[in-house]
């Protein structure tokens, strides 16, 4: 009989992007993603193009948002997304949708993931409260003054 340890079947899962910034919505996928894996490591992509630099600010902020959560872990990566997966152990790559055209880039990218690494996407659909939400909104908000912490966790 083999001898198999609980580290080996934990169900780890990689849940990457770039989080510029981490807003509730991604906070709502992580949460929800908890009730379905052992442990989650939010893996935020290095832009060649913007540095390194984003991407540790980035790291530091989203640490501070689970610190009393010890199955959630924050790293910067870059790569493939599926590299970085399989040196961590995680068969899952989590990820959310928000609409028909979040859809199609999902399914894309689920299935280039899949074919190049057998690793399985869990996609959950985003709470409707949460659908229009995004990164790219909270910025330009942000960049006209407004209070965007409703939209932060
Ligand atoms: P990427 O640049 O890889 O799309 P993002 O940081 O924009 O990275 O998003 C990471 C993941 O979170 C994606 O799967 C995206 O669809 C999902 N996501 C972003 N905003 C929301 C939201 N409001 N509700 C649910 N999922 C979301």
């Given at each position: 009989m083999t001898h198999t340890s609980i580290a080996e079947n934990e169900r780890i899962a990689v849940f990457p992007g770039?989080?510029?910034?981490?807003?509730a919505g991604h906070a709502d996928i992580v949460e929800r993603g908890l009730a379905l894996f052992d442990r989650i490591i939010i893996a935020v992509g290095v832009n060649a193009a913007k540095g390194e630099s984003d991407a540790d600010n980035a790291v530091e902020a989203i640490r501070c948002v689970y610190?009393?959560?010890?199955?959630v872990s924050v790293e910067a990566y870059s790569g493939l997304t599926v590299h970085f997966a399989r040196e961590r152990g995680a068969r899952f790559l989590l990820r959310g949708v928000r609409s028909v055209k979040d859809f199609e880039y999902e399914r894309d990218m689920a299935q280039i993931n899949s074919q190049l690494s057998g690793i399985e996407s869990v996609v959950l659909f985003s709470r409707p409260e949460l659908a229009a939400l995004s990164s790219s909104v909270v910025r330009e908000l942000a960049a006209y003054g407004e209070d965007v912490t409703p939209f932060l966790p």
């Open positions: 770039s989080f510029n910034p981490f807003t610190s009393g959560e010890p199955r």
